[in-house]
């Protein structure tokens, strides 16, 4: 029985090379981390519901109320679900890192066989001899030098008491500008003795902090990198 060899034709090697990439880099993409959208009434930052605070004590007097902390000569401070407070951001960080490796390996054999019975060992007319040379090198440095800072404020909610009376807050503000929006959102816990008269109280003072700043639009987008070059930088880019 006769067999023939069929030859794959040069078009379905590059197709087939071509879906093989497109294979490569749509698994890269999909191992990219992408920004989520961000819009406004987030419920995580929403204010508290109006219909889910509790309804005002009773009055059983004719100037104090029992389980109602008010006092006639206390600041009005933030103590009550829903209540609003003013968070002053005073946030300054700076870091710096620098790292740098670098290995080098260098190895060398041969092998000259010596004659037996005053012949040269050998196979059709190749010498068995052996010589092997081999270097591999690596360096990498990296450096990094950062500063952030945030200054300004916001005012937000109360919106849970803890039992231990800690307030929990949350809240966002949204500037729309002509070229997009600008945001701020802020989730901690602070403890009533933090509070000023003023009813503010500094970030620094925000335990478990969220605070999140950025923007959506034209210009916020046109400062971002694309997906291929989020692809080219991440770890999943084997060059």
């Known amino acids: 029985m006769n067999t023939t060899n069929k030859l794959v034709p040069a078009s379905k090697v590059l197709t087939l090379a071509l879906v093989f990439m497109a294979s490569v880099i749509t698994s890269g993409c999909t191992s990219v981390p992408f920004e989520e959208d961000v819009f406004p009434n987030d419920p995580d930052y929403a ?25 006639l000569f206390s600041d009005q401070q933030a103590t009550q679900v829903g209540d609003i407070i003013t968070v002053i951001f005073d946030e300054q960080y700076n870091s710096s890192k620098s790292a740098e490796t670098q290995s080098k390996k260098d190895s060398s054999n041969s092998s000259t066989p010596t004659s037996i019975l005053g012949t040269v060992p050998g196979w059709r007319n190749l010498g068995l001899d052996i010589d092997l040379d081999h270097s591999r090198s690596f360096k990498g440095s990296g ?21 231990s009376g800690v307030l929990q807050i949350r809240g966002e503000k949204w500037l729309t500008l002509s070229e997009g929006d600008e945001y701020i959102r802020i989730v901690g816990l602070i403890r009533p003795q933090d509070i000023t008269p003023q009813n503010t109280v500094m970030s620094s003072k925000v335990a478990d902090a969220r605070i999140k700043f950025g923007g959506r639009g034209n210009l916020n987008n046109a400062t971002k990198e694309g997906w291929f070059g989020r692809m080219t930088n991440s770890a999943w880019w084997p060059f």
């Open 47 to 71: 204010p508290v519901p109006a219909s889910s605070l509790r309804a005002a004590p009773s009055i059983n007097g004719s100037l104090y109320k029992s389980n109602y902390s008010l006092s």
């Open 143 to 163: 450096d990094a030098d950062r500063s952030n800072s945030l200054s300004g404020t916001i005012s937000v909610t109360v919106s849970d008491i803890l039992p």
